[in-house]
């Protein structure tokens, strides 16, 4: 019961925060709204027993990619703005689209079995190891190869980055 | 006990909110704030599944959509910078040079 109810506290907010950040005027304050929003999705991986991936939600989220957003919209000097325009002229086609792929998605939740293979950490397993040395148990071995694509992926990151980021000094 | 489907609701909700705010918006920084709300959607999905199925492949691919969208944030900012420096906007729908 308890679980229920700071489920259903989490899922208020992150819906609300996320429907602020679509809707409101000022780019600032749609960024701001994102923070409570990584915070309580934390906070629901923590509910799912996934407490290194709420660290690292937080770590990364919250305190890099959410700080560059910010440090960009400063940079940019981006006020209010100016025209007063939010939203793009099909925006009615577009709500409407929302709302529908939302109902349908919903409505085959409602009625449909998740099965799957179980796989073998179980929660008392992963209880003993610690979460984190679970994820290293299997990130390490079955996924190594990704590891080192993904550790490639942010080299490019960064040199793409600063490339197109630089300003020409001639 | 929270059952699985509430959690996929959860984050088809939160997708389709990202969705909208990616295709209805002006402002290119709220686009890609809409982009990052998808993703976070899809971490929800995947650590849940991970939970209810016992396994520890959800939270790995978790780890690795972080880094991605880390990555992509990053360039992403620095497109829009660039951006900025030639074109003097924010909005989308001023960029329109190669509109015929």
Same mark, same amino acid.
């Given at each position: 019961?308890?679980?229920?109810?700071g489920f259903?506290?989490l899922? =208020?907010?992150i819906?609300?925060?996320? #429907?602020?950040?679509? +809707?409101?005027?000022?780019? $600032?304050? @749609?960024?701001?709204?994102?923070?409570p929003l990584f915070f309580h999705v934390a906070g629901i991986f923590i509910m799912l027993n996934a407490e290194f991936v709420a660290a690292v939600q937080v770590l990364v989220y919250a305190g890099?990619?959410?700080?560059?957003?910010?440090?960009?919209?400063?940079?940019?000097?981006?006020?209010?703005?100016?025209?007063?325009?939010?939203?793009?002229?099909?925006?009615?086609? =577009?709500?409407?689209?929302?709302?529908? #792929?939302?109902?349908? +998605?919903?409505?085959?939740? $409602?009625? @449909?079995?998740?099965?799957?293979?179980?796989?073998?950490?179980?929660?008392?397993?992963v209880?003993?190891?610690g979460n984190a040395?679970a994820v290293?148990?299997?990130?390490?071995?079955?996924?190594?190869?990704?590891?080192?694509?993904?550790?490639?992926?942010?080299?490019?990151?960064?040199?793409?980055?600063?490339?197109?980021?630089?300003?020409?000094?001639? | 006990?929270?059952?699985?489907?509430?959690y996929?609701?959860?984050?088809?909700?939160?997708?389709?909110?990202?969705?909208?705010?990616?295709?209805?918006?002006?402002?290119?920084?709220?686009?890609?704030?809409?982009?990052?709300?998808?993703?976070n959607?899809?971490n929800i999905?995947l650590v849940a599944?991970s939970h209810?199925?016992?396994?520890?492949?959800g939270q790995v691919?978790v780890f690795?959509i972080m880094?991605?969208?880390?990555?992509?944030?990053?360039?992403?900012?620095?497109?829009?910078?660039?951006?900025?420096?030639?074109?003097?906007?924010?909005?989308?729908?001023?960029?329109?040079?190669?509109?015929?």
């Amino acid at each position: 019961m308890l679980l229920q109810i700071g489920f259903l506290y989490l899922a =208020t907010v992150i819906v609300f925060c996320a #429907l602020m950040v679509i +809707l409101s005027k000022n780019p $600032v304050h @749609s960024a701001l709204f994102m923070l409570p929003l990584f915070f309580h999705v934390a906070g629901i991986f923590i509910m799912l027993n996934a407490e290194f991936v709420a660290a690292v939600q937080v770590l990364v989220y919250a305190g890099a990619i959410l700080v560059m957003f910010l440090f960009v919209v400063m940079l940019l000097n981006v006020g209010k703005e100016e025209g007063g325009k939010r939203f793009q002229s099909n925006w009615p086609i =577009t709500a409407m689209l929302g709302i529908m #792929l939302t109902g349908f +998605l919903l409505s085959v939740l $409602v009625s @449909s079995q998740f099965t799957g293979t179980n796989g073998t950490y179980t929660i008392e397993e992963v209880a003993k190891l610690g979460n984190a040395q679970a994820v290293g148990k299997v990130l390490y071995t079955e996924f190594l190869f990704p590891f080192e694509i993904a550790s490639v992926i942010l080299l490019v990151a960064m040199v793409g980055a600063i490339v197109l980021a630089k300003k020409k000094l001639d | 006990m929270v059952p699985l489907s509430w959690y996929i609701g959860l984050s088809a909700v939160v997708f389709c909110l990202g969705m909208v705010g990616v295709l209805t918006r002006r402002n290119i920084i709220i686009i890609f704030l809409s982009i990052e709300l998808m993703l976070n959607a899809v971490n929800i999905s995947l650590v849940a599944f991970s939970h209810f199925l016992n396994s520890m492949r959800g939270q790995v691919f978790v780890f690795f959509i972080m880094a991605v969208a880390a990555a992509e944030a990053a360039i992403g900012l620095a497109i829009i910078i660039s951006l900025n420096r030639n074109k003097e906007t924010l909005n989308t729908a001023e960029i329109n040079l190669l509109k015929w």
